[in-house]
C-alpha cells in the first residue's frame, strides 16, 4: 500500500470503481473544496495525526482512514543518507527517469488514455459542466492522433483534459505530490490496510511514535519521532433557555463543525438538557462549513427512527448509488429547530435536509450554500493520479444539494406552536423496505 499524506475532506466510506483491477481508487466523499496539494512535513503530518487532514490511499482495496487522536509534537528527525540529500534533484528529470524505465509497460499514451477511460467511466456530470460522450471521445482522439514524446507532456494533456470538464473537483495529481509514509514504528506499511495503519500511529495520550516518510520523488526520506497529543476540541455549545414567561424550557445547541467529537458531545449535550427539562430543541448549524461526513450522518441517526433516509448518493456507477438509514431508536422524538444560514454547507447541509424531510424538524434561517459532491482518487501505472467527481448527495425528498443549497421554512425564528402545527402536517418520505 502506498499512502499520500494529502490535503482533502474524507469521511465516508464507500466501494470503489470497477474500472480495471489495476486501477486504485479510494472514495473522497467530500463536499468541501479540495485544493491542490502543499504537504509540508510538520503541517502534513500534525494535521494526519490529530485527524485533520484524511489521506488520499491510493490502495488495491479502498479504504477511508480518519485518524482522530493524536498531533505530533516532533523531537527529533533524521534523514536517510541516500543519494537524494547528496545530489540535486529534477522532479521532471525523475519522473522522465522512471517513464524511461516503464517504457516497455506503460508509454505516454497509455497513461494519457487510462485517465480519459476513468473519466469515461466514473465522472458524474452535475448537468453544469461541459462535458458529453461525445465531446469526450473527440478529445480522445484528438489527444492521442499524435505522438507524445516525454511523460511531462503526458500529464500536461492530462490536465488540458480534465480542466475542460469545467469541474473545479476533478483535477491532476502528479507523482510529486504528497508525503509517502512508509513505515510505523519500523514496520513497513506496503501491503496493510488503511485501518492496520491507523491502528500502528494510535496510541495513547504523550506516548511516542516514529514514522518513517518520503517528500516527494526528489525528496528525501526521513524519520520523525513525534508525540501523540490529544487536540481534538470540542464542537458543542449548549445551554437551557426559558420562553413564554418560564413555562417552556429549550435546549440550545451549537455544532460548530463535525470533527471526531462531535457526535459524543452531542449526545452528552442532548442527554443534560433533557435531564435540565427541556422540552423542545434548537441545532445551530449556522457558519457550519461541514467536516466528516460520517460524523453528520451519525448526529442525523439521533433525530430519525430507525429507517428513515438520511440521504442518497447518486452515481453513474451502481456501486454510488446507495440509500443512507437511520439504524437504530431516536435520542430525542421532541420538536427541533435547525438554525441555517448561506455558511450551513456539506455535512451540514446532510444533517439538515435529513431531519428537514423527515419531519422531525423545521429550517430557520437563509438558504444554505449548497455543496454535495463525491470525488474518487484514481492512481494511474506511473504514480501520478487523478481525482474525480463520481457522485453527489440527494436528500431524502430527492433533491439536489450541490449549487442548490436547501430553502428555510422560515427566515426569522417561529412560534412553536407554529413547528409544532407545521411537523404535524408535514409528509415523511417512504422508508426503505429492503436494506
Not at 511523460?151 to 480534465?162: C, T, V
Not at 456507477?317 to 450551513?344: E, F, G, H, R
Not at 427566515?411 to 415523511?428: G, I, R
Request: hydrophobic fraction near 35%.
Amino acid at each position: 500500500m502506498r499512502i499520500i499524506l494529502c490535503n482533502a475532506s474524507s469521511s465516508l466510506l464507500a466501494p470503489s470503481p470497477s474500472f480495471n483491477p489495476t486501477h486504485k481508487p479510494t472514495i473522497l466523499h467530500t463536499t468541501a473544496t479540495a485544493k491542490n496539494c502543499n504537504c509540508w512535513q510538520n503541517k502534513a503530518l500534525t494535521a494526519l495525526l490529530s485527524g485533520a487532514l484524511s489521506l488520499n490511499l491510493l490502495i488495491a482495496s479502498p479504504s477511508s482512514l480518519a485518524i482522530q487522536s493524536p498531533s505530533l509534537k516532533s523531537t527529533s528527525l533524521t534523514s536517510t543518507s541516500d543519494a537524494s540529500l547528496t545530489e540535486p534533484c529534477h522532479e521532471d528529470d525523475e519522473v522522465e527517469a522512471l517513464a524511461q524505465s516503464e517504457s516497455q509497460v506503460v508509454t505516454n499514451e497509455r497513461i494519457v488514455e487510462e485517465a480519459w477511460q476513468i473519466v469515461n467511466d466514473s465522472f458524474l456530470d452535475t448537468g453544469r459542466h461541459r462535458w458529453t460522450p461525445e465531446n469526450w471521445q473527440q478529445k480522445r482522439e484528438d489527444i492521442l492522433a499524435s505522438s507524445i514524446q516525454t511523460r511531462s507532456k503526458a500529464h500536461d494533456l492530462i490536465k488540458r483534459m480534465l480542466a475542460s470538464l469545467g469541474d473545479p473537483y476533478t483535477r491532476f495529481l502528479s507523482p510529486a505530490e504528497g508525503d509517502e509514509l512508509l513505515a510505523v514504528n519500523g514496520v513497513d506499511v506496503k501491503g496493510k490496510s488503511a485501518f492496520e495503519v491507523s491502528s500502528l500511529l494510535q496510541g495513547p495520550n504523550e506516548t511516542f511514535v516514529t514514522i518513517e516518510v518520503k517528500h516527494g520523488n526528489c525528496g528525501p526520506i526521513q524519520s520523525l519521532e513525534v508525540q501523540r497529543q490529544l487536540v481534538a476540541r470540542t464542537p458543542v455549545l449548549y445551554r437551557l433557555e426559558q420562553i413564554d414567561n418560564g413555562s417552556t424550557s429549550v435546549g440550545y445547541i451549537r455544532l460548530k463543525e463535525f470533527n471526531a467529537l462531535a457526535r459524543k458531545d452531542l449526545v452528552t449535550a442532548m442527554k443534560r438538557l433533557q435531564d435540565m427539562g427541556a422540552s423542545f430543541f434548537v441545532l445551530d448549524l449556522r457558519d457550519n462549513l461541514g467536516g466528516l461526513v460520517q460524523a453528520g450522518i451519525e448526529i442525523a441517526k439521533l433525530f430519525l427512527n430507525e429507517g428513515e433516509t438520511i440521504t442518497y448518493t447518486v452515481g453513474r456507477d451502481p456501486q454510488y448509488q446507495k440509500t443512507i438509514v437511520a439504524d437504530s431508536s431516536p435520542l430525542v422524538t421532541t420538536p427541533v429547530i435547525v438554525l441555517v444560514n448561506n455558511k450551513t454547507a456539506s455535512a451540514s447541509e446532510i444533517v439538515a435536509s435529513a431531519l428537514h424531510d423527515n419531519c422531525r424538524a423545521v429550517l430557520v434561517g437563509e438558504r444554505t450554500f449548497g455543496k454535495g459532491l463525491i470525488q474518487s482518487v484514481f492512481e494511474l501505472h506511473d504514480g501520478s493520479g487523478v481525482v474525480v467527481t463520481i457522485g453527489m448527495y440527494v436528500t431524502p425528498n430527492h433533491m439536489d444539494i450541490n449549487g442548490n443549497g436547501i430553502e428555510p421554512d422560515y427566515q426569522s425564528f417561529p412560534a412553536w406552536n407554529d413547528v409544532t402545527e407545521h411537523l404535524s402536517q408535514c409528509n415523511v418520505p417512504a422508508r426503505v423496505k429492503n436494506r
